[in-house]
C-alpha cells in the first residue's frame, strides 16, 4: 500500500490562487503517474490532471486547462498542483492519486477499471468570497 500525503487546501476569493501538494510516504514520486482528481459537493468525481511517471506527460481536463499547472520535483519527492483565476466551481475535495499506468487524456476524464491504485486523504479548497 503506497501512502500518499496532501496538504494545502484552503478557503480562497474568487480570483485567487493555491498550491496543492502531494508527497509520497517510502517510495519515489518518479515511480508513479500522479493524478489529481476533485469531487465537488453533490458531483461525480472528476479527474483534474495527470502527470506520467516515465515521460513527464502531462494532461488537465478543459475545465481547469490553462489555469491549473502540475509539477513535480523529484528532489522534493513532490507533486504540485498549482491553480490560479480560482472560481466557486473550483470548490471540493482534492484527491492526489497513484498509476502505474501511463497519463493519457482519455484515462485521466475515464480512468479504466484498477488504473488508479491508491488514494491520498484529499484536502478541502473552498473558493468563497
Known amino acids: 500500500q503506497v501512502q500518499l500525503v496532501e496538504s494545502g487546501g484552503g478557503l480562497v476569493q474568487p480570483g485567487g490562487s493555491l498550491r496543492l501538494s502531494c508527497a509520497p510516504k517510502?517510495?519515489?514520486?518518479?515511480?508513479?503517474?500522479i493524478l489529481w482528481l476533485r469531487q465537488a459537493p453533490g458531483k461525480e468525481r472528476e479527474g483534474v490532471s495527470c502527470?506520467?511517471?516515465?515521460?513527464?506527460?502531462?494532461y488537465y481536463s478543459n475545465s481547469v486547462k490553462g489555469r491549473f499547472t502540475t509539477t513535480r520535483y523529484d528532489a522534493e519527492n513532490n507533486v504540485y498542483l498549482e491553480m490560479s483565476a480560482l472560481t466557486p466551481e473550483d470548490t471540493g475535495v482534492y484527491y492526489c492519486?497513484?498509476?502505474?499506468?501511463?497519463?493519457?487524456?482519455?484515462?485521466?476524464?475515464?480512468?479504466?477499471?484498477?488504473?488508479?491504485?491508491?488514494w491520498g486523504q484529499g484536502t478541502l479548497v473552498n473558493v468563497s468570497s
Open positions: 492519486a497513484t498509476s502505474r499506468g501511463r497519463c493519457w487524456y482519455s484515462y485521466l476524464i475515464n480512468p479504466p477499471d484498477k488504473y488508479i491504485e491508491n
Open positions: 517510502d517510495f519515489p514520486v518518479s515511480h508513479y503517474t
Open positions: 502527470f506520467g511517471h516515465s515521460d513527464s506527460a502531462t
